[in-house]
């Protein structure tokens, strides 16, 4: 049973626009949201991250929406660069007593000029 | 300073014969996991040591897996009779404290291609 669902499996964006990303989950016991980039042949990176206490996280570019009712966020990247082109993936975390991250299948962008 | 760094960063090796990756996570960072990524998914949790302990090993396939961090740094992934759905980019993944919502540090990970 997958245990968040991302979407869409790809994107493409022109240069200056906004991407947008989407996850939902169903455990509401999940507590902690990250969003994490991925170059080809690296491992992933923490871009930003959000607890649901909030409903928004922004860092420069970057901005996690948190929606707790639906039991759904989404990365939004405004101004979009060919730079950003990398594989995007949600995951969730469970402090309680889990120390995982289980991730989603990834989004796939594309930034054209 | 110096990341998480994994090696080899390339392994292939025939049906059934037995392999070793290894991690070295970042100095000081007591907690250490392992992933497994499939082509076209993302990473799977397969094992997570707090020092020299595994504490949760839930995401172990099965007992052809096996992972040891013996003096609570450098880990090793073992997999015994390896066989062609093994084959993946294995992931290791530090972090500075214990479970929580530390930030995990991820390195380049080993691809392993099972022929």
């Known amino acids: 049973q997958q245990q968040v669902k991302q979407s869409p499996q790809s994107l493409i964006v022109q240069k200056g626009g906004i991407s947008i990303i989407n996850c939902a989950y169903e455990n509401t016991a999940f507590d902690y949201f990250p969003w994490y980039q991925q170059f080809p042949g690296k491992g992933p990176a923490l871009l930003i991250a959000?607890?649901?206490?909030?409903s928004e996280k922004k860092e420069g570019r970057f901005t996690i929406s948190f929606n707790k009712s639906a039991k759904q966020f989404s990365l939004h990247i405004m101004d979009s660069q060919p730079g950003d082109s990398a594989t995007y993936f949600c995951a969730v975390h469970s402090g309680a007593g889990s120390y995982q991250l289980t991730f989603g299948k990834g989004t796939k962008l594309s930034v054209i000029p | 300073g110096a990341g998480v760094s994994q090696t080899p960063s390339n392994k292939v090796t025939e049906k059934g014969k037995y392999v070793e990756l290894r991690c070295d996570p970042i100095s000081g960072h007591t907690a250490l996991y392992w992933y497994r990524q499939s082509l076209g998914q993302g990473p799977e949790f397969l094992i997570y040591?707090?020092?020299?302990?595994?504490?949760?090993d839930s995401g172990l396939p099965n007992d052809r897996f096996f992972a040891v961090r013996p003096e609570g740094s450098v880990s090793t992934l073992k997999i015994q009779r390896t066989e062609r759905g093994d084959s993946a980019v294995y992931l290791c993944?530090?972090?500075?404290?214990?479970?929580?919502?530390?930030?995990?540090?991820f390195g380049p990970g080993t691809r392993l291609t099972v022929l």
């Open positions: 959000i607890r649901p206490d909030v």
């Open positions: 040591f707090q020092g020299t302990g595994a504490a949760d």
């Open positions: 993944a530090s972090s500075p404290l214990a479970g929580g919502h530390n930030e995990q540090f």
